[in-house]
């Protein structure tokens, strides 16, 4: 079973903190798991800027994609967000068919995404 | 003369024959003394070896039955630390457990609290690197002064004031699951007991191997039966057969995987001359997939009936359901309703997968893409603004396919997805088929691409061909 890779990076925009947590691979329902891990351990620590970087996701099933719809709604209300960058067409495809792309924001670039939390 | 000299001379002899015995008499009796004091010593020796087998025996038997009656791995781990505990003069000790590539101290008796902390040992690591290269019970006399472990700080942290250790390693299935430290301050203690420590240790080894072997049982066993309970849930759920419909064939299967994935289809009747259509994913699988899809069911079965239009059905449905769905749980489905009297069709899809409508007459297909999110990513407001609904009108020989995932994402061998290209190819080119052999062909072309691949989801389709 291919696995999946995840770390994450620190922003300092000056007025806020943004983690930026890379994933490559397969999310799949062995991996995401270690996804949920790491974005939890963010949020309960007060980490509410999160922009996960997709590039070089191979798959996302439905769990994994359940799991930012939670990270979502958890730190909305905190003033934060969960944004995605680079995303594969395939994913892409994905995320319009089921509609995520109307409740999550979609950026082509990481400095795109940051800029936006600004 | 000679007469008064006969008797000396007999005398002397006599006496000197008498001091001869006297000597070997002497001797006989003290090397019988010492072959006493030998066998005495030996007969010392065998009692000690007797009691040492007694106890031995005795701790093994109370080991065997205490640590077979453990049900957790943790409180047998625990017993195996006391049972050695028990036997070490100075109480003190600890047990490592292999984490990934780890040996981490999960229990200790006498070890520093700030130690325990630190007591985290790569591989190669110290006292664990030593044992862990010898494959044996390992006695070092002087920890302080062996070149290799003087080096780590954690061992002497956790060695504290004593100098001397022993290290058991606990190995099950030829490999170290565990180690045993036992600390004091003289090695000949050890050194004594080793057949005994080394005794407790296989003890602990088979208890460890036993205790794994039953929690893969006991989980197989659980695992086992949710599978069959997601199967009995999914099965309840699922139309018993096929609607016998004026002017239209109708068919619909489910294919499910091993690990039965959240998918559903139904037929549900709207008025006397509408059926709706429905088929649906929600995310995740087994039992709590299931149990939304009953919820979905449920829901739905009681908000279509009357309504004739599919948007406002899976508003409805998304607002009733969002407010009890766990966050992260979403569910996919696309909705129609077919008038079997005027032959429309209207539908909206709430995040599924398109449908694909096959026009025979054009001899075209067209993907039933219109706007919508799953349900349950939110609370009503920006799903029913976003949600879009339209109406087709069918002629004699029009094809709808409503799939799930499982049809285009099944994968073959080679990791390839059979995709939604070849299911559209397979409905044009079996333009002419009636509903059930196509879903047949549908069916037999996923199973044969995906060949000896695994399946990892449901397979689900609904086929209607207007006759």
């Keep these: 079973m291919i696995g999946c890779e995840i770390s994450t990076r620190t922003f300092d925009l000056g007025t806020r903190i943004v983690q930026v947590v890379d994933v490559s691979g397969f999310l799949d329902a062995h991996t995401s798991s270690q996804l949920e891990n790491t974005l939890n351990s963010l949020v309960e620590a007060g980490d509410y800027n999160l922009i996960l970087d997709l590039k070089g996701l191979d798959y996302i099933n439905s769990a994994s994609l359940g799991l930012l719809m939670g990270i979502a709604k958890r730190v909305r209300p905190q003033g934060g967000d969960i944004r995605l960058v680079n995303l594969s067409e395939k994913i892409n495809k994905i995320i319009s068919v089921l509609g995520f792309s109307k409740v999550l924001k979609l950026f082509d670039q990481t400095k795109e995404a940051l800029t936006s939390f600004k | ?467």
């Design chain 2, 1 to 467: 003369m000679d007469l008064v000299r006969e008797p000396l001379v007999l005398g002397g002899v006599f006496l000197l024959l008498l001091i001869f015995l006297t000597v070997i008499f002497t001797a006989r009796v003290v090397r019988g003394r010492k072959e006493i004091n030998r066998l005495n010593d030996n007969a010392e020796a065998l009692r000690g070896s007797l009691s040492l087998a007694e106890a031995e025996l005795n701790l093994l038997n109370e080991a065997v039955r205490d640590l077979s009656c453990v049900v957790t791995k943790k409180d047998l781990l625990v017993l195996i630390l006391k049972k050695f505990i028990k036997q070490t003069p100075s109480r003190k000790g600890c047990l490592l457990v292999k984490e990934g590539d780890n040996f981490i101290c999960k229990l200790a008796s006498g070890i520093d609290k700030k130690a325990l902390r630190e007591a985290r040992f790569k591989s190669g690591e110290g006292l664990v690197g030593e044992v862990l290269r010898n494959l044996a019970p390992t006695i070092i006399k002087d920890i302080r002064v062996h070149e290799r472990i003087k080096t780590s700080p954690k061992d002497s942290l956790l060695a504290g004031e004593t100098k001397t250790v022993l290290s058991l390693p606990l190995l099950v299935g030829g490999k170290v699951e565990g180690i045993v430290n036992l600390y004091g301050e003289e090695a000949s203690h050890f050194e004594t007991n080793l057949r005994l420590y080394s005794t407790l240790a296989s003890q602990a080894q088979i208890s460890i191997q036993n205790a794994n072997f039953y929690l893969q049982m006991a989980e197989k066993q659980r695992m086992q039966r949710e599978l069959e309970i997601a199967r009995d849930i999914q099965r309840l759920l699922l139309p018993d057969g096929s609607p016998q419909l004026p002017g239209f064939d109708i068919v619909g299967s489910n294919i499910s995987a091993e690990e039965v994935g959240g998918d559903y289809y139904d037929y549900i009747p709207v008025s006397a001359q509408e059926l709706g259509l429905v088929i649906g994913d929600v995310s995740g699988k087994g039992v709590p997939a299931g149990l939304v899809m009953t919820m979905v069911r449920t829901i739905l079965r009681s908000e279509a009936p009357g309504e004739r239009s599919p948007k406002e059905v899976l508003a409805r449905v998304n607002r009733l359901l969002y407010p009890d769905l766990k966050p992260g749980t979403f569910i996919t489905l696309f909705y129609a309703i077919l008038n079997t009297e005027n032959r429309s069709l209207a539908w909206a899809r709430a995040g599924h997968d398109p449908a694909i409508l096959y026009h025979q007459a054009k001899g075209e297909h067209e993907l039933l893409r219109d706007e919508g999110m799953a349900l349950g990513m939110d609370s009503g407001e920006m799903f029913s603004q976003i949600i879009e609904e339209s109406t087709v009108q069918l002629n004699s020989g029009d094809a709808l396919i409503l799939y799930t995932d499982g049809v285009t994402e099944a994968m073959n061998p080679k990791e390839e997805e059979f995709g939604l290209e070849r299911l559209v190819e397979t409905v044009v080119e079996n333009g002419e088929v009636a509903a059930e052999p196509l879903m047949k062909r549908i069916t037999e072309k996923v199973t044969k691409f995906a060949g000896s691949a695994k399946q990892h989801d449901d397979i689900t389709l609904i086929v209607l061909r207007a006759k």
